[in-house]
């Protein structure tokens, strides 16, 4: 039953209960993921097979490009939601995004190397202000203190979900039928079709007046001679081609030379902000920075699905009649959409029993869960046959496990980082959450790295390749674990510095 006092009404129309333009959202961001999600099923294997199919150090070489480009697409985010802010609103840069990302997955279908390096760098700059603006834009949907917007959160999530499930399916069978850039293609007819999702929720204004730029003076305010509506997107292009150059520099690896750089400022400026601060606000600042820590070091682990697993399930698993190398990656959106509202329920319940764990505790119980996920890969070997493939069994399991753990950190990490962090600096830890997704990937580029299989034999694989990443998932388990574990016996002591913050 609803709260009397709390106005679920809007003067916007209205859909199952919802917000009418929920549900443009959520089918343009059900294609954006589709699209993105499609993608990179085929990147590693794809810069692998084609790209450094020529050199030895070919598995070196696209783990630093995966790891640069998963962490320039994140931190994008940060720069796109300032932008979104101060200047475009989130309409503009919806479209502005979407349309650079489409462009950049269409360029992926063009069989040349620069055009690859090229495409690469339209996505980054363009899931800078696709990513955060639509998300944001749900929320604006709905009137503070509506009871209503958390399950319209999950209903939008679902949607990426789905997207994620579907979209290395798809890609992956044309990719494996037809060649890698169908594969491609359709990722960007993906983007197009959420882009026309969204410009139809504008046409028939069911969104209201939300998502406009938050000051009709500063966007048509002219830089240069040049109105900043117009300049943004001009700039915008013009980083492509240095993101470009930044990402076909694997050797040099200038991007992670920059993300040491973005970590020592991050930290020596939270050092500044913590000791300046009362010690009830320090405490809690010191608890956001440990959250964030736990959640990098999660993702650094699970975003080796992109990568290490992808290689790993091509060349040692046993995948015959059952899917693509590729289309495993849709494995972890398909556990996803299954759990997440029995696990929902679980907490409901406990809550109830008043036995829910706090967030300390969930931390080191997800943690403990991808070191589990990574053990059970690590113990595959034992069941290989004579040309070292292993049943598909162990890489399902190992899924289904990782996305539990997911389940218990992700959706939780968030809200704990604007419930912990002083008011005054919320949209800065806001931001350091979003990088920590990108530095994830700096973790991603150096295990990927450790367990590079150095051959330019197309078929590479067997016994002596199994050897290589069932070691190094031993290792990954074992730190995966041992943190989980420190988490745990420190949680405690967590819990006094979160105070009343569950």
């Known amino acids: ?13 209205q859909m199952f209960g919802h917000p009418k333009g929920l549900f443009y959202l959520f089918f343009a961001e059900l294609w954006e993921r589709f699209s993105f999600y499609g993608m990179r099923a085929l990147l590693t294997l794809y810069m692998v097979q084609e790209i450094f199919k020529a050199i030895a150090e070919r598995d070196t070489a696209t ?18 939601g300032q932008i979104s802010d101060k200047i475009l609103g ?19 279908a063009i069989e040349d190397d620069m055009a690859f390096f090229t495409a690469l760098a339209l996505i980054v700059v363009g899931n800078g202000f696709f990513k955060p603006n639509i998300s944001t834009f749900v929320g604006a949907l709905y009137k503070e203190g509506d009871v209503r917007k958390d399950s319209g959160f999950t209903i939008f999530y679902m949607g990426i979900n789905i997207g994620g499930f579907v979209a290395p399916l798809l890609c992956g069978w044309l990719a494996a039928e037809y060649g890698w850039h169908y594969g491609f293609g359709l990722a960007g007819i993906g983007m197009m079709a959420g882009l026309i999702f969204f410009w139809s929720g504008i046409k028939k204004n069911v969104f209201g007046d939300k998502g406009m730029p938050p000051s009709q003076e500063v966007y048509e305010k002219k830089v240069v001679g040049v109105p900043q509506k117009t300049l943004i997107p001009i700039i915008a292009v013009l980083f492509v081609p240095v993101i470009a150059y ?27 902000i913590t000791y300046s601060l009362d010690s009830v606000a320090r405490k809690k600042l010191i608890m956001a920075v440990l959250i964030t820590f736990f959640m990098t070091l999660f993702w650094g682990f699970h975003e080796l699905s992109g990568s290490v697993i992808t290689l790993f399930a091509s060349r040692n698993v046993s995948l015959d009649g059952i899917m693509s190398a590729s289309q495993t990656n849709a494995l972890n959106s398909m556990f996803i959409i299954i759990l997440a509202i029995p696990i929902s329920l679980l907490w409901g319940y406990l809550s109830k029993k008043n036995m829910n764990p706090r967030t300390p505790y969930k931390f080191g119980l997800g943690l403990l869960l991808a070191g589990a996920s990574f053990y059970i890969l690590s113990i595959s070997g034992a069941s290989a046959d004579e040309k070292g493939m292993v049943p598909f069994t162990y890489l399902l399991v190992m899924y289904l496990i990782i996305s539990i753990g997911e389940l218990f950190m ?31 990937f700096q973790i991603v580029g150096f295990i990927s790295k450790q367990l590079a299989v150095e051959s330019t034999d197309s078929n590479v694989g067997g016994l002596e390749t199994l050897g290589i990443y069932t070691d190094g998932f031993h290792l990954i388990a074992m730190y995966a674990l041992g943190a989980g574990a420190i988490v745990l016996v420190f949680s405690p002591l967590m819990k006094k510095l979160m105070g009343n913050v569950h």
Do not use: C
């Open 63 to 80: 783990a630093v490009v995966y790891a640069s480009y998963g962490s320039l697409v994140y931190a994008s985010t940060v720069i796109g």
């Open 90 to 108: 989130m309409r503009s840069s919806i479209f502005l995004g979407g349309i650079l990302m489409a462009i950049g997955h269409f360029v992926l």
């Open 246 to 272: 930044l990402l076909a520099s694997w050797q040099a690896n200038y991007v992670g030379v920059i993300f040491q750089f973005i970590g020592f400022a991050v930290l020596a400026y939270l050092g500044y």
């Open 1 to 13: 039953m609803l709260d009397k006092g709390v106005s679920t009404a809007t003067e916007d129309p």
């Open 410 to 440: 992700s959706p939780v990490g968030l809200s704990k980082i604007t419930d912990l962090s002083p008011k005054n600096i919320v949209a800065f830890m806001m931001g350091v959450w979003f990088l920590s997704s990108a530095f994830a």
